[in-house]
């Protein structure tokens, strides 16, 4: 490696202090996170990753060294969960049979809960508020739907939407004001 190669390359130094090993246990135990611990870092995961294919500092296989270390903060204050697509490559490749795809959501959760609240999970709440879904199905959707031949989306209950909001108290936790019903 030249001086220039390794001067380019971020240091990154742990402290104990940082460190949360209660985050793997609590992750390991929900449902289709149990694999974690099973992760042995071969980076097969970072290199199909739609997401790390654009992003070179989007690596998948970090979230996992991350959540077993436990590294909270670094994990829950940054973009890095909210980055992910939940397109399930990830799971479909891992030699191990790790659920990455579902550890990242099961840890969103988490950092959710514990009151980290990214831009991007408000958006998402505030659309599915206002359309019952991820974004709002435009005119122009409908007719590039209709271009390949498939069905109208499916017309959505907002109002059980709103409810769903209301009971789960997530627009409390977000400060969101629902329209009436
Ligand atoms: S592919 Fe699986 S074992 Fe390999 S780094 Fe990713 S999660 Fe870990
Ligand atoms: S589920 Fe997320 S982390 Fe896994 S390959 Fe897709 S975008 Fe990447």
């Given at each position: 490696?030249?001086?220039?190669?390794?001067?380019?390359?971020?240091?990154?130094?742990?402290?104990?202090?940082?460190?949360?090993?209660?985050?793997?246990?609590?992750?390991?135990?929900?449902?289709?996170?149990?694999?974690?611990?099973?992760?042995?870092?071969?980076?097969?995961?970072?290199?199909?990753?739609?997401?790390?294919?654009?992003?070179?500092?989007?690596?998948?296989?970090?979230?996992?060294?991350?959540?077993?270390?436990?590294?909270?903060?670094?994990?829950?204050?940054?973009?890095?969960?909210?980055?992910?697509t939940q397109?399930?490559?990830?799971?479909?490749?891992?030699?191990?049979?790790?659920?990455?795809?579902?550890?990242?959501?099961?840890?969103?959760?988490?950092?959710?809960?514990?009151?980290?609240?990214?831009?991007s999970f408000k958006k998402v709440i505030e659309a599915l508020a206002d359309h019952g879904y991820i974004y709002e199905i435009t005119e122009f959707l409908e007719e590039e739907r209709e271009?390949m031949?498939l069905p109208s989306a499916p017309k959505v209950n907002i109002d059980e939407v709103r409810k769903i909001i209301?009971?789960?108290?997530l627009d409390?936790?977000i400060?969101l004001?629902l329209k009436?019903d």
């Amino acid at each position: 490696m030249t001086e220039a190669d390794s001067s380019d390359k971020k240091q990154t130094v742990l402290k104990f202090r940082d460190l949360d090993t209660s985050l793997r246990e609590e992750i390991s135990k929900i449902p289709g996170c149990d694999k974690l611990m099973l992760c042995f870092q071969c980076g097969t995961c970072s290199a199909d990753c739609p997401i790390g294919r654009h992003l070179e500092e989007y690596k998948p296989r970090m979230i996992a060294i991350m959540t077993k270390l436990g590294l909270k903060n670094t994990l829950f204050s940054g973009d890095l969960l909210w980055l992910c697509t939940q397109c399930y490559t990830c799971l479909e490749r891992c030699p191990q049979d790790v659920e990455l795809a579902e550890i990242i959501s099961a840890l969103r959760g988490v950092a959710v809960r514990e009151g980290y609240l990214h831009p991007s999970f408000k958006k998402v709440i505030e659309a599915l508020a206002d359309h019952g879904y991820i974004y709002e199905i435009t005119e122009f959707l409908e007719e590039e739907r209709e271009m390949m031949d498939l069905p109208s989306a499916p017309k959505v209950n907002i109002d059980e939407v709103r409810k769903i909001i209301r009971k789960t108290g997530l627009d409390k936790l977000i400060e969101l004001e629902l329209k009436e019903d």
